[in-house]
């Protein structure tokens, strides 16, 4: 018997998805917690699911607080997931090698044109250990010229997701909680995907 959308807790999430011993900021712990909601936080959102979507996606009930390791930008300056808290944001992770990104990342370079970046971050996370520059020059050849370039070289914040996997996308609320994923290429200009993304958007 297939069961779509399979719910998980947030302890198996951190330990199987997340994975064990990541390091956790204060305000992270916090939103993670039952003082959220004490605080006027509201309960974390999940988006409505169709397709492979709802076959595909890990939910994670309530959310689970972001991981608090780094990643580069195309410039070079170290960035966090904390630092996008404000609005809610698209972590994919992906790389140069991947075949299933070639199908995906060009899907997601058109999605990327139709949203507004105030309401939604969109982060496509190279794992790629190549120098940021040539990485950057990969995506600029492909036209993939609507997405901006991040960097995991070291792979300590995919491997922390633990998805083990690319690309996966992540969707992440705008109070830095992880609301779920999806692995495999997201087919973003599909109406599932869309309705994700709309959604997304709104929260």
């Not at 972001?66 to 809610?88: C, I, N, V």
């Not at 995906?104 to 105030?118: H, K, V």
Request: proline share 7%; glycine share 10%.
């Amino acid at each position: 018997m297939k069961v779509s959308n399979p719910q998980v807790d947030r302890r198996t999430f951190m330990r199987a998805t997340l994975g064990s011993g990541a390091r956790w900021t204060s305000a992270a712990a916090v939103l993670g917690s039952g003082a959220a909601l004490a605080q006027g936080i509201p309960e974390a959102q999940q988006p409505p699911l169709s397709g492979y979507w709802r076959d595909r996606y890990l939910t994670i009930p309530g959310g689970t607080p972001a991981p608090s390791y780094g990643f580069y930008d195309a410039k070079g300056q170290w960035l966090t997931l904390q630092q996008y808290y404000g609005r809610p944001a698209l972590i994919v992770f992906w790389a140069t090698w991947c075949s299933a990104c070639q199908i995906d990342m060009p899907l997601l370079n058109a999605a990327a044109r139709q949203i507004d970046p105030n309401r939604l971050s969109v982060l496509p996370i190279s794992i790629d250990d190549q120098p940021l520059q040539d990485v950057n020059g990969f995506m600029r050849a492909k036209g993939w010229t609507s997405l901006a370039h991040f960097q995991d070289q070291t792979q300590q914040l995919f491997n922390t997701f633990g998805s083990g996997a690319t690309p996966t996308a992540f969707l992440m609320d705008r109070h830095g909680r992880i609301l779920g994923g999806i692995r495999g290429a997201a087919y973003w200009d599909k109406p599932e995907s869309q309705a994700v993304l709309d959604f997304m958007q709104s929260i």
